[in-house]
């Protein structure tokens, strides 16, 4: 039997669910036996590859970057596992949803700016995604399969998930998962 | 409660059950150790009715009833959970997500909130409605207290506890629909009140975030919950 | 007032009446005045004494002839000739013409196809009585039912005229009246009272304002007549403070039947007592809903509370209330007046008499019209309201205003009462009848109503709080060319969510209008959505935009 491939990919989050990931601790060597990581922040493949089994996918959809990767995810996956509040609500991120994006780059890049520098700021130009009007969650833009709540996911829930998937089962989540925490 | 009250009995869940006519579905449901998931109701305050989680199927008719405010009646049969309900209760959940900004990771109640754990109970893994994100305020001018309406879910028990159980009734709703707001006096800031008696009722009986004290940092809070039936007791054995 | 004097006063006004030879008629309701019948009124007036013909030649101030889009209306007696619209330039030449023939090209045109289907009850006296004067109305047989009510039957033979009359609750949801006074009258309570649901807040009503003005009379006795069928002895007229002209002639009313003893204590020379008060609406769409309407009344925010208890039982102050319509009560008296049985004679089976609608949107004559229930959609649309303009195509009859449903053309022939537009996925509703052509887009219909009802929920349930905000908003996307196939499933989950769960009418039936519109106009949803273009050409298509989630 070929091993399931797996990738996990990081947008609009602050990485934590990643960090949570690797609270699966020794089991995560059991995890790798079988399976093949094909693209994650962790490993050095620069494009996502086709035929994915299994994308887990923290952080929300905040510029079009964003949009662009996770719609190409999402043709190139079969399972596409929306893990982590910012995925699945939005969350932190999306607190900037109740302002314009001219004002939210004003206040970062020109506002508040302290004094060293010119004092002016600058508004970054092409080499920064552009922000979407609003950070949505992946399941607004894409199709999602499963859904981990969780600010990040508890530890071992991905190892729990990743075995059911492995099995062949839908994980059941029910009690395991809650937003915030 | 009324002392020469019928004993009825009913099915409920396709067991037997005797209670009192005086009794709410809600309350027999409690007593029989059903669980009904309910954010409006809170038991030492009059029942409003909003929150439409507790509702319950009666069969005979296609109808569903809000179990808190519907007295239990002789031969009837209640079911308080079903495919239908549960389906209709996740609605209502993701509903109330979308309505404010609740964001849990960053709330005062997070791990404390009845929201936050009914979306556990009742499997509510993610809202596929629209987030409406509306720009609402936070009014911190009081001395102990902070309202974030951000986080209001508008089950009013706050009013409620405010007005029947302390007697000050500082605290109400203004405008309608979405727009609706709890204000304090009339919509002055809160900290300017000179009807709120500091007592903090309010921020104990809040189910969410809305309401906490200063000073408090995320999933922090402490909710003190006791006072209400004890309160209510009571009261009642003196009249 | 005593019976006797009641019948002295009409022999007094008709001797008055048989003087004049001529009585020009002219509606000062609030359409025609809108259009301003007042100064045509005084114009007539100076005409009149001016020739020197004020002492055989009447003008009266009436209430509407159901023609409000020919106003202002005049009509003159003998004769029934029917004028509009009439300038103030006309006067004179109108008023030379008494004696002779009718001026033709002043005729109105509408007033013969639109009376042809109509049946008059609730508005027998409109466009006839003096709404401002008392004397007006008992000449025309007015409070003859409260005094033979309270003369020669007991409160019981009184709601057994009702019941047998088979008269249903015309505020929308036909609850039998009958039923409804029963269930008060039986309540032991010492304290009851009468409430009169003066709160018509449906987009594109005005029955229950037409009947305030112009004859505001036959609402005071109705109440009066249930007051003694139930025991009450206190009454609130809820009227929405949108209606000054309906309020001003309601307080004239009470204040002239009060001085004759028709209302306050010693009715009709008998131990029968009934005070009547009138009560603003601050324009909340909920306060129309029975529950909110006494919250109103009481004095705290006008939002629903849980029925049962139902407010037969438990309404105004915790007291026993019986809250019915305007239409409601101003069926009464003549039904006490004929008796039951007659009343019965009128419509289908299971809903009797006669209904007022008002008839708007896209249709050649629009107005104010009486017909009796089992008449078909077809004879009111293309009869009464003599087809649609501009040679366009019917599309759908929306009935029952934000409550209610969009009826499309294959049911025209169907018969209009409670039950058959039920079955269609629409509601009878308080009246408000809109015809549209196929220049309306029904995804915008939709859109339309839903903004109503979601910037007039009371907030207090959830579902309806932000369900209705919620479809708002998709079919928003929808209608900008941003909707996808599952913002259908979206509006069709939500549409089944408030339909079950809300807490008030409101709420329950503000799904309708998305409903109907799915069922029988899907192909304008999906027009909308996959070929991105709006049929009607109504909404702005904007196809590549980004719109906004």
């Known amino acids: 039997m070929s091993k399931m491939k797996i990738a996990t990919v990081w947008l609009d989050g602050c990485s934590g669910c990643h960090m949570s990931m690797f609270d699966m601790d020794e089991k995560l060597i059991d995890i790798l036996e079988k399976v093949d990581l094909v693209y994650s922040p962790l490993v050095d493949a620069k494009e996502f590859p086709e035929g994915v089994d299994v994308t887990v996918i923290e952080g929300g959809v905040g510029s079009e970057e964003d949009k662009h990767m996770l719609e190409l995810i999402r043709a190139r996956t079969h399972m596409l596992v929306s893990y982590g509040d910012c995925a699945v609500t939005g969350n932190v991120p999306s607190l900037r949803n109740r302002f314009s ?81 | 409660m009324n002392e020469s009250a019928r004993i009825v009995t009913f099915k409920m869940d396709g067991r037997e059950i005797g209670a009192r006519e005086d009794e709410t ?28 989680l507790c509702m319950v199927e009666v069969k005979e008719t296609s109808k569903l009833v809000p179990s808190c405010v519907t007295y239990a009646r002789e031969g009837m049969e209640v079911i308080t959970n079903s495919e239908r309900l549960a389906k209709y209760r996740i609605m209502l959940l993701e509903l109330f997500f979308a309505e404010r900004n609740h964001i849990c990771a960053i709330c005062v109640a997070n791990g404390r909130c009845e929201l936050q754990n009914l979306t556990v ?117 003196k009249q | 007032m005593h019976p006797d004097e009641l019948l002295d006063l009409i022999d007094k006004e008709n001797e008055a009446r048989s003087r004049w030879k001529h009585t020009i008629h002219i509606c000062t309701a609030a359409g025609c005045l809108s259009c301003r019948s007042d100064a045509l009124k005084e114009a007539f007036d100076k005409e009149v004494a001016a020739k020197g013909l004020a002492e055989v030649c009447a003008v009266k101030g009436v209430g509407c002839m159901g023609t409000c889009n020919a106003g202002p209306m005049v009509r003159i007696e003998p004769g029934g000739i029917h004028y509009g619209p009439v300038a103030p330039e006309d006067v004179s030449e109108i008023v030379m013409s008494l004696d002779g023939d009718p001026i033709s090209r002043l005729l109105c045109k509408e007033s013969a196809v639109f009376s042809s289907r109509q049946h008059k009850i609730v508005l027998e006296n409109s466009g006839i009585v003096d709404p401002e004067r008392i004397e007006d109305y008992i000449a025309s047989g007015g409070y003859t039912a409260l005094s033979t009510a309270l003369a020669t039957m007991s409160p019981s033979d009184v709601i057994a005229h009702v019941v047998q009359s088979g008269l249903r609750g015309r505020g929308g949801a036909g609850y039998p009246t009958g039923l409804k006074w029963t269930t008060v009258a039986k309540t032991g309570s010492r304290r009851k009272y009468v409430v009169c649901n003066a709160d018509e807040g449906d987009p594109g009503a005005f029955m229950d304002r ?32 949108e209606y000054p002209l309906a309020i001003k002639r309601l307080a004239k009313a009470i204040r002239d039947a009060e001085r004759h003893g028709l209302l306050g204590n010693n009715i ?26 006494i919250s109103s009344i009481e004095g705290n925010r006008g939002a629903p ?52 609608f008002a008839i708007a949107g896209r249709v050649n004559n629009t107005g104010l019209i009486e017909v009796p229930f089992g008449i078909t959609l077809r004879e009111i649309v293309f009869d009464i309201g003599g087809g649609i303009p501009e040679g366009r195509n019917f599309k759908a009859v929306q009935t029952g205003g934000p409550s209610g449903g969009c009826i499309p053309a294959e049911f025209l022939d169907m018969p209009v009462d409670y039950e058959s537009l039920a079955s269609v996925g629409s509601i009878l509703g308080s009246g408000g009848l809109i015809v549209m052509d196929d220049t309306s887009c029904m995804v915008d219909v939709a859109k339309y109503f839903m903004e109503f009802s979601r910037s007039e929920s009371c907030g207090k349930c959830l579902p309806c709080r932000t369900g209705t905000p919620q479809m708002y908003h998709i079919l928003g996307r929808i209608s900008e060319g941003g909707g996808t196939r599952y913002d259908v499933q979206l509006l069709e989950e939500l549409c089944d969510l408030l339909k079950n769960t809300s807490l008030c009418g409101l709420g329950l039936s503000a799904p309708n209008p998305v409903v109907s519109t799915l069922r029988y106009f899907k192909d304008e949803y999906e027009a909308h959505i996959l070929d991105k273009t709006c049929p009607a050409g109504v909404c702005a298509m904007a196809s590549g935009r980004m719109v906004r989630q």
Request: aromatic fraction near 8%.
């Open chain 2, 25 to 52: 579905i809600l309350q027999v449901a409690t007593d029989n150790g059903i669980f009904i998931p309910t954010l409006c109701y809170l038991e030492g305050l009059s029942a409003m009715g909003g929150c439409r």
């Open chain 2, 121 to 237: 109970n009742l499997g509510m893994t993610h809202v596929h409605f629209p987030y409406f994100y509306p720009r609402v305020p936070v009014d911190a001018s009081h001395e102990r207290f902070v309202l974030d309406h951000n986080r209001c879910i508008l089950c009013t028990r706050c009013v409620r506890v405010c007005a029947e159980i302390e007697g000050a009734h500082t605290l109400d709703v203004m405008t309608r629909g979405m727009d609706s707001r709890i204000i304090t006096d009339l919509n002055q800031a809160w900290g300017s009140s000179v009807t709120c008696t500091r007592c903090g009722k309010c921020v104990n009986v809040c189910p969410t975030g809305a309401l906490s004290e200063k000073g408090k940092a995320v999933a922090d809070i402490a909710v003190k919950k006791q006072f209400l039936p004890y309160l209510t007791r009571m009261r009642r054995g």
């Open chain 1, 101 to 181: 994006v001219d004002d939210l780059i004003k206040r970062s890049y020109i506002e508040n700016v302290s004094a060293h520098g010119d004092g002016g700021g600058n508004v970054p130009g092409d080499a920064v995604p552009r922000l979407l009007p609003v950070e949505r969650p992946l399941h607004e833009v894409v199709r999602v399969d499963v859904f981990i709540p969780g600010c990040p996911p508890r530890p071992g829930l991905t190892y729990f998930m990743l075995k059911e998937l492995l099995e062949g089962r839908m994980p059941d989540l029910k009690e395991k998962t809650r937003f915030g925490l």
């Open chain 3, 305 to 356: 509370r849980p029925r049962p208890p139902y407010p037969a039982e438990y309404g105004l102050w915790g007291h026993p209330t019986l809250i019915n319509n305007v239409e409601t009560f101003a069926n009464i008296p003549p039904i006490i007046r004929n008796g039951g049985a007659w009343f019965a004679k009128t419509g289908t089976e299971k809903s009797k008499g006669t209904k007022v």
């Open chain 3, 210 to 241: 037409s009947v305030l003005e112009s004859d505001p009379h036959r609402v005071l006795e109705g109440m009066a007549i249930a007051a003694y069928a139930v025991s009450a002895f206190h009454g609130y007229l809820y009227v929405r403070a």
């Open chain 3, 268 to 293: 009709c020379g008998t131990t029968f007592k009934f005070g009547v008060q009138i009560r603003l609406g601050a324009g909340a769409f909920v306060c129309g809903e029975e529950t909110s309407l």
